[in-house]
Antibody, heavy 118, light 109 residues
Framework: EVQLVESGGGLIQPGGSLRLSCAAS????????MSWVRQAPGKGLEWVSV???????YYADSVKGRFTISRDNSKNTLYLQMNSLRAEDTAVYYC????????????WGQGTTVTVSS | QSALTQPASVSGSPGQSITISCTGT?????????VSWYQQHPGKAPKLMIY???NRPSGVPDRFSGSKSGNTASLTISGLQAEDEADYYC?????????FGTGTKVTVL
């Protein structure tokens, strides 16, 4: 079964760092594009970042320079390193698979909650 | 990276058809055929309903259809059912990034 499971969320103070993980099963992370999407409480979806199968990475302007997307092929896991966290980064963070050349998110994880507050 | 514009809410009676619009620019919706639509029920992860403007993934009922004209994409739900009540989001590719719509709450009367 194709599945994504996020972990690593929690309560963190402003300015702090957190690393989210997204463990994949049923497919190979490195053979697909993989995205992070977030949703602030009561708000809509916001695209955060993508890593292509070739390794190229792209970010939303709102997180550029603070967040880093990466993957560990041996663990078939996607990561999102989040630094200099702000209150406005508070959200449920979803990882999602983008099948190559389709530019769409066809498999989503259940989400992990990040709360930035003092 | 401004969000695509969707109506905040759309409603319809069971069996009716409704259409949700998604308006962007020539840099996103109008420039690429990479428009997707997602359904999200409260507390759940989004579910892909339409990709590449008008393609349905396996398992999505054919009551859901997508189209695009210029900078505006549309999702039509025909034969509206109670379980279709949810939030719907469009998304588009735009120069190596992606952008989502503002979201539309669909209410089945």
């Amino acid at each position: 079964e194709v599945q994504l499971v996020e972990s690593g969320g929690g309560l963190i103070q402003p300015g702090g760092s957190l690393r989210l993980s997204c463990a994949a099963s049923g497919f190979t992370v490195s053979s697909n594009y993989m995205s992070w999407v977030r949703q602030a409480p009561g708000k809509g979806l916001e695209w955060v970042s993508v890593i292509y199968s070739g390794g190229s990475t792209y970010y939303a302007d709102s997180v550029k320079g603070r967040f880093t997307i990466s993957r560990d092929n041996s663990k078939n896991t996607l990561y999102l390193q989040m630094n200099s966290l702000r209150a406005e980064d508070t959200a449920v963070y979803y990882c999602a698979r983008e099948p190559n050349a389709l530019i769409t998110q066809d498999v989503w994880g259940q989400g992990t909650t990040v709360t930035v507050s003092s | 990276q401004s969000a695509l514009t969707q109506p905040a809410s759309v409603s319809g009676s069971p069996g009716q058809s409704i259409t949700i619009s998604c308006t962007g620019t020539s840099s996103d919706v109008g420039g690429y055929n990479y428009v997707s639509w997602y359904q999200q029920h409260p507390g759940k992860a989004p579910k892909l309903m339409i990709y590449e403007v008008s393609n349905r993934p396996s398992g999505v009922p054919d009551r859901f259809s997508g189209s695009k004209s210029g900078n505006t994409a549309s999702l039509t739900i025909s034969g509206l059912q109670a379980e279709d009540e949810a939030d719907y989001y469009c998304s588009s590719y735009t120069s190596s990034s992606r952008v989502f719509g503002t979201g539309t709450k669909v209410t089945v009367l």
